[in-house]
């Protein structure tokens, strides 16, 4: 079959483009990607037959196929009839393959389309030829410009309702074109279409012969791809994977981010610096000589050098930057607002790393593009903060002037510890000065020493519990009982320290995460000056209490948990702050209108209805020196 | 070096995946179900961790009701060196003897779904690599490519993570897990030109042959082995037929065809007019809603 033969040479060199489309609720965007899949011959028969009777049921169309069936899947959307989700489409043309992100347009999920345009190369935004530019199309533009997007499209639809006439064409051109100028948005096409009848879907269409330009479809066969440029940028690989099936090979895998890789190449690794050169391109069917950005490949070095997963292999000549301090947009994806200074996950190409958030420098209003001042971000919020990450990392800026973005090394999401939730996603705009200046005082007397001019192991005893469940009394009794042992310790208590070091901070939950953010630092600078540390805080978060077990070196944090049931807690009300708090004079009151997050794995469990104060203090003070 | 093809980038994604999933999970283990997606799936790995053998076992929840020749196909790939292989049968279903014939959606529920969880839970299995496509089924186009189950293996499509750029987010607390799908964005076009492409051996039910068949319901079904009832009036007639997708032989439609190579199979989809999932008599048990409430039961 010669004919077969051929087209699949063909198909061997077709491209892969990748697009996103949005718009409003009403602009019909689903139906027009029902169309292109007509058009391009991917609606199968059995589908179609489908669909009739589908439209009959539950279409807007009339007797006429509703397209917009065929895209919108999930049984929710079909019976509010809108689009709740990213849903991805499949098609090609003689010399494309596409992947469409069909992302929803009503304003609640602009997560979504958020997440479609993160790999997309260009989008297309739909409008209503009757309504033309609204407040949607701007913020769209505005979100997929922000995620990288440099190539647009805009779809003007339903012309088949204003009578295919150029003046609302013009106009919402002339619309578009300075809005466009506004966020920077220069590469860009408006094409009149309709996808209920498909002119200038897939062909030019004799209705509109007052438009010279090229189809939907045709312009989506010509746009350049990213990949290309992606290609011509210095080398970068974040390593995946460490193959080591044997002793004698030692591989990392992963996909090149940007640049071109062969043989001998003198490569630096990130963020350690270290150096060596490209041995071999491992492949199943026999070495590489050369590859290049996009693809997956399996690199081995000329010498033993460390690395690891979340490393990045570059080039050495011109590796990019390392750092722990940066300015990022954050977008935020979660209901949980973002909490400044609780530490999340971040993760960015293969790097997993701890994070905590400034409160943002402002929150931008994407229908006004005003800067506005923001001590949280809400969901679908989009804004501005300084980040700090727990060690560093090699970045590069996400977005680069007349490139394509760099989405591996400067795209980042955000992860809750808890939940493990993706919370947000985000992009990196560069490294904060001081971040570069400041280097941690290396100190001749360390740790060690204080702790052995002391003859003891250092820890911290984190009491955790209700108000009112004993940890200050058990704590005291602790204190009294390991000094009678001739230990050195030190007991910071949750109402001391609010008289002093804490007395700016107030109840509210971020507040709350600093106050603990505070003790910690304290608890670990003591600890590193050889102290038994006592601490006795209600510390109702677990991600803070991990936050602190993180801070020190392991089995040093010990957390204490006091058991006492909030019945119980209550009943006692040695402060008369149950009461208060019933009243509601007491607001943010953990364990009546804010909550208490129990440890599930606590070194000592302490349950104080079953035991004494005086039982509950020998039984730690054991356990602490079975520890040292 | 000319640019990357469309098959190129494919395939450097599902590998990119596959490691992810490696270098993130405790314990994978890969779905195989003898299809043509699990070939290529398979192939995919072999090639992500090469030189070093696969770093996972694969997983077949077997029905007791797939065709002879997915059994020897299973069979092969199982002596492959490098390979292991774990063959599950959920115990109740192959007690209560359930059966395509008589016991209709109950059949998929117990030996699939039911079946696959067994599996999953008693090997603790934190991430499972599926073969689905995202082009298969409406409710599959929305599905991530890391898709978290919780305790009870539900899928809840309102609460799926975000998934931006190349970064998927693998992380999940003790008892919860990840559905893993390589292929996300792979056509079935894509596949078979990619079995061509690689030299990739598949089951021979794919390719045009004479088979014993009776016509039932619309569907041509193959009368595979005594166990296949015949209605009254029913004969069994000689066909040349191939399947484009495989399942219990009960279940699964053939298409009349003389396509008896991977190129033939391609010439034909060119001019076909139907799509691969027709064939499947499981998809039509609640109308066009029954993919997404067989997954949010915790169906692959």
């Known amino acids: 079959m010669p004919a077969v033969r051929e087209w699949l040479a063909a198909q061997e060199q077709k491209e892969l483009l990748r697009f996103t489309t949005c718009g409003s609720v009403d602009d019909g965007k689903s139906t027009l990607i029902g169309r292109l899949l007509y058009e391009t011959k991917q609606i199968f028969d059995d589908q179609l037959a489908a669909l009739e009777s589908d439209s009959k049921r539950h279409g807007t169309q009339g007797e006429k196929i509703d397209f917009a069936l065929l895209v919108d899947g999930l049984s929710a959307e079909r019976e509010q009839g809108i689009t709740i989700d990213v849903a991805y489409r499949y098609f090609a043309s003689e010399k494309r393959k596409f992947i469409v992100a069909d992302t929803p347009g009503h304003e609640q999920y602009t997560r979504n389309m958020v997440t479609g345009a993160s790999s997309a190369d260009l989008a297309v935004l739909l409008v209503d030829a009757r309504k033309g530019v609204l407040t949607q199309t701007r913020r769209h533009s505005y979100l997929a410009h922000l995620v990288g997007i440099r190539r647009f499209v805009l779809a003007v639809n339903k012309m088949d309702l204003v009578d295919y006439d150029q003046g609302p064409f013009d106009a919402i051109s002339a619309e578009y074109r300075a809005f466009a100028g506004k966020i920077g948005v220069e590469d860009w096409i408006a094409i009149p279409v309709s996808g209920l009848n498909g002119d200038n879907v897939a062909a030019s269409s004799q209705a509109t012969a007052w438009y010279s330009g090229p189809s939907l479809l045709d312009h989506l066969n010509d746009v350049p791809l990213d990949v290309s440029a992606d290609a011509a940028k210095p080398f970068r690989m974040p390593v995946q994977w460490v193959n080591r099936p044997n002793q004698d090979f030692r591989g990392f895998a992963g996909q090149i981010a940007s640049g071109t890789v062969k043989a001998g190449d003198d490569i630096r690794i990130l963020p350690s610096g270290r150096e060596t050169r490209i041995e071999r391109i491992v492949e199943a069917g026999g070495d590489l000589a050369e590859a290049v950005a996009g693809q997956s490949v399996t690199l081995t070095f000329a010498d033993e050098v460390d690395c690891s997963r979340g490393n990045v292999i570059a080039v050495s000549s011109d590796p990019p930057e390392v750092a722990d301090q940066f300015e990022a947009t954050l977008v935020w994806m979660a209901d949980e607002p973002l909490l400044p200074g609780r530490g999340y996950w971040l993760k960015s190409g293969t790097q997993t790393v701890t994070a905590t958030v400034h409160e943002p420098k402002y929150e931008i209003n994407v229908n006004s593009l005003e800067h506005l001042a923001a001590k949280s971000l809400e969901l679908n919020a989009i804004g501005v903060a300084e980040i700090a990450t727990d060690r560093d990392i090699a970045f590069e800026p996400y977005a680069v002037e007349g490139s394509s973005p760099n989405r591996v090394l400067g795209g980042f999401i955000l992860i809750d510890k808890l939940s493990n939730a993706t919370v947000a996603c985000g992009m990196l705009h560069f490294a904060l000065r001081r971040a570069h200046n400041i280097h941690r005082q290396h100190l001749d007397v360390g740790r060690e020493t204080h702790a052995a001019l002391k003859g003891q192991k250092p820890a911290v005893l984190w009491f955790t519990g209700l108000s009112g469940a004993g940890k200050s009394t058990i704590a005291n009794l602790v204190e009294q009982k390991l000094a009678a042992r001739g230990r050195h310790t030190f007991l910071l208590d949750g109402d001391n320290v609010r008289h002093g070091l804490n007395r700016d901070l107030g109840f509210t939950e971020a507040d709350r995460i600093e106050n603990i953010r505070r003790v910690g630092e304290v608890a670990r600078l003591m600890a590193d000056a050889g102290l038994i540390v006592m601490t006795a805080f209600i510390s109702p978060f677990r991600a803070e209490r991990e936050m602190v077990r993180k801070m020190l070196p392991e089995g040093e944090f010990i957390e204490v948990f006091v058991d006492t049931p909030l019945a119980e807690a209550e009943k006692r009300d040695a402060k008369g702050l149950y009461a208060k708090a019933r009243a509601g004079e007491l607001k943010n009151f953990t364990g009546i209108d804010s909550p208490y997050e129990a440890p599930e794995d606590a070194e000592i469990r302490i349950d104080t209805t079953a035991m004494s104060a005086e039982q509950a203090a020998d039984l730690i003070v054991d356990e602490m020196l079975r520890r040292s | ?300």
């Open chain 2, 1 to 300: 070096m000319s640019s990357l093809t469309h098959l190129d980038r494919l395939e450097a994604e599902s590998i990119f995946i596959l490691r992810e999933t490696v270098a993130e999970a405790a314990k994978p283990v890969m779905l195989y179900s003898m299809g043509k997606d699990s070939a290529v799936m398979l192939h995919l790995a072999r090639k992500a961790f090469f030189p070093g053998p696969l770093p996972f076992p694969l997983l077949h929840v077997d029905t007791t009701w797939k065709f002879k020749a997915m059994y020897a196909e299973r069979d092969r790939i199982a002596a492959q060196a490098g390979v292991e292989l774990i063959a599950y049968q959920n115990p109740e279903a192959l007690d209560k003897g359930i059966n395509p014939f008589d016991h209709g959606p109950l059949h998929t529920d117990l030996w699939k779904t039911e079946g696959l969880k067994q599996a999953l839970d008693l090997h603790g299995f934190d991430a499972a690599f599926g073969g689905a496509r995202r082009d298969e089924e409406k409710s599959r186009a929305k599905e991530r490519v890391f898709s978290f189950r919780d305790r009870n293996h539900r899928w809840d499509p309102k609460r799926q993570r975000p998934e931006l750029w190349s970064l998927y987010n693998a992380r999940k607390n003790k008892g919860e897990s990840m559905r893993v799908f390589p292929l996300s964005n792979w056509t079935e076009l894509d596949v078979w030109q990619y079995v061509l492409r690689e030299g990739i051996e598949v089951v021979p039910l794919y390719f045009a042959a004479a088979r014993p068949t009776v016509e039932r319901d619309g569907l041509i079904l193959m009368v595979d082995d005594e166990r296949m009832r015949l209605d009254p009036g029913e004969r069994v007639v000689m066909r040349t037929v191939r399947f484009r997708t495989l399942g219990c032989y009960p279940l699964s439609g053939a298409v009349e065809s003389e396509a008896a190579s991977v190129e033939d199979i391609i010439a034909e989809m060119l001019a076909s007019a139907t799509s691969e999932r027709q064939g499947r008599a499981i998809d039509r048990d609640a109308g066009s809603a029954s993919m997404e409430k067989k997954k949010q039961e915790g169906y692959f």
